[in-house]
Structures are given as structure tokens and as C-alpha cells.
């Protein structure tokens, strides 16, 4: 079965400070994929990234990074200074390689205050 | 332009009627899906059509009918509705490759409130 953990329910910041939003997954796929979705407050779902599991490598955005290791079945993500924009809902997601459905976390809210 | 849209955004009704929800996509994909989100956020798979056909039909109640009159287009009608219909539905896009994990592009969701 797949599963996707987000066990931060919620993280509250200051302006500036770093962030990491952790997502721990389970499947017995040896190909499957990953991805970061962003639910602002208007309610739309915003994607971020996606990696497929033969690649390690972490990657960078601008302020946002990934972190994904398969040792540990994780694929954490950090916001630098984090602003109050990015105060929103984030949902890490898994598919498989024969699935095309998402199976999402629960979704960690993160609020940034100024 | 819209790439993903859904009508109406909102929808309120009784408790006992029946109700559609519309999706377009003009990304010219192949696959279209149906989430719900409940009250806590939770995101889950209802239904996915891949060229017209059906790929995807997770455990959903009957009273949940989707239709795809062509690969533009996935409506989602729901009869009977119920309290715990109350959520926001999803619909999302996507353009397969043989496999999984394509990024999927969402609507802007319709919020349904059962009353």
C-alpha cells in the first residue's frame, strides 16, 4: 500500500526565519514519484516540484529546496527566509509508476508571521 | 487563460437533490481526475478518465456519476446528496506517458455545502 506521512500538522514562524516541512512515504514501487503541492489561502493547488525516485539529487528553487532521500523514504522540503506569502497548506504527494492517481498527505499548514 | 476550469466555484443546496459539477481543461491532456478535500484538508481520489474511458474508481458511493463527453471535458454528477457531501471537488489534468507521475495541473475547486 502507499502512504504519505506529514506528521507537522501545523508550523507557525517569524519573517525570515527557515523552514522544513517534512513528508515521509511508504510504497513498494521501485519507480514512483513525488511531489509538493502548495494550497494558498484561495484555495487553489499550486504545484512545486516533482522527482522521480532515480533521482536523488536535491534540487533548488530560489528560496525552496528538496531534500530527498530514499534511505529514509523522505522528501522534506525547506523554505529560506521564509516570507509571509509563503503562509499556505503544503501537500506532499506519491504516485506510482502504473498509477496516475495522487495519494496526498494531510498537509502541513505553515503560517508566517511578520 | 484558464487551464483547468471548474463550474459553478460554489454550490449550495439541499440535502436530497441532485447536482453537477463542470470541468474543462484547454491543456490539451489526455487524463482527467476527481479529488475531494474534506473539512480537514484531506485530499483524496475519486475518479479518472484517460481518453473518455474510466481508470480510476476509487471506493465512492453510486450516488456519484461521472461523465467524460469528450477528453476536454469530466463532469461529476451526484444524486441524493447528503450532509457529508459537504466538501471542495477538485478536478485536476494530466498528460500521461504510459506510467504515473506526470504532474497533475488543478482547478480552482468547487466548494458543495449540503444543507
Known amino acids: 500500500a502507499q502512504k504519505v506521512t506529514q506528521a507537522q500538522t501545523e508550523i507557525s514562524v517569524v519573517e525570515k526565519e527557515d523552514v522544513t516541512l517534512d513528508c515521509v512515504y511508504e510504497?513498494?514501487?521501485?519507480?514512483?514519484?513525488l511531489f509538493w503541492y502548495k494550497q494558498p489561502p484561495s484555495g487553489e493547488l499550486v504545484f512545486l516540484i516533482r522527482r522521480n525516485s532515480f533521482d536523488e539529487q536535491n534540487e533548488i528553487s530560489g528560496r525552496y529546496s528538496w531534500n530527498f532521500q530514499k534511505s529514509t523514504s523522505s522528501f522534506n522540503f525547506t523554505i529560506t527566509a521564509s516570507q509571509v506569502v509563503d503562509s499556505a497548506v503544503y501537500f506532499c504527494?506519491?504516485?506510482?509508476?502504473?498509477?496516475?492517481?495522487?495519494?496526498f498527505g494531510s498537509g502541513t499548514r505553515l503560517l508566517v508571521r511578520p | 487563460d484558464t487551464a483547468v476550469s471548474q463550474t459553478p466555484k460554489y454550490l449550495v443546496t439541499q440535502m436530497g437533490n441532485d447536482k453537477s459539477i463542470k470541468c474543462e481543461q484547454n491543456?490539451?491532456?489526455?487524463?482527467m481526475y476527481w479529488y475531494k478535500q474534506d473539512s480537514k484538508k484531506f485530499l483524496k481520489i475519486m475518479f479518472s478518465y484517460n481518453n473518455k474511458e474510466l481508470i480510476i474508481n476509487e471506493t465512492v458511493p453510486n450516488r456519484f456519476s461521472p461523465k467524460s463527453p469528450d477528453k476536454a471535458h469530466l463532469n461529476l454528477h451526484i444524486n441524493s446528496l447528503e450532509l457529508g457531501d459537504s466538501a471542495v471537488y477538485f478536478c485536476?489534468?494530466?498528460?500521461?506517458?504510459?506510467?504515473?507521475?506526470?504532474?497533475?495541473?488543478f482547478g480552482p475547486g468547487t466548494r458543495l455545502t449540503v444543507l
Open positions: 485536476a489534468s494530466s498528460q500521461p506517458t504510459g506510467s504515473g507521475g506526470n504532474e497533475q495541473f
Open positions: 504527494a506519491l504516485s506510482g509508476h502504473s498509477s496516475y492517481k495522487l495519494i
Open positions: 510504497t513498494r514501487d521501485t519507480t514512483y514519484y
Open positions: 491543456l490539451g491532456h489526455d487524463t
